[in-house]
């Protein structure tokens, strides 16, 4: 039994960094200035030269060293760790302010608000039409 440990595939790592960003292969390429084609050949790759990586690192808000230890593991850590520290008192986020309203009833208030202008309106028009 071998105790080599496999070598990080860095192309994935940035590949799965892009994705958890949200980001797309063609907004990564257009950050550091190449093509989509060039992304997808860079996450296929299981190395990528430094100067490279740098500006990639840079483009997904990261640094270097995060791309080259990404591990699945670290980001279900991360996540379950924010879960749990988050609380009632706030967190980074939320910072202890909870809305006293339901945000629905305000879209359906603003709704109701743009139909009443509307009608409005075009009872305006009508006027103008019957004096003509």
Do not use: C, W
Not at 16 to 38: H, N, P, V, W, Y
Not at 54 to 66: P, Y
Not at 88 to 104: E, R, V
Not at 113 to 127: M, T
């Amino acid at each position: 039994m071998s105790t080599e440990t496999k070598p990080k595939h860095i192309g994935r790592n940035i590949s799965r960094i892009r994705e958890l960003r949200g980001m797309k292969q063609g907004a990564l390429a257009d950050a550091i200035g190449t093509s989509q084609q060039t992304i997808s050949g860079i996450e296929t790759s299981e190395t990528v030269d430094f100067e490279k990586l740098v500006q990639i690192a840079k483009a997904l808000g990261v640094t270097v060293e995060a791309i080259e230890n990404f591990t699945e593991e670290s980001v279900f850590n991360f996540f379950n760790n924010f879960y749990d520290n988050s609380s009632s008192q706030g967190n980074s986020f939320n910072q202890g302010m909870n809305a006293t309203f339901n945000p629905l009833d305000k879209v359906v208030e603003l709704y109701e608000r743009l139909v009443q202008a509307e009608k409005d309106k075009v009872e305006y028009l009508e006027k103008l039409m019957k004096l003509k």
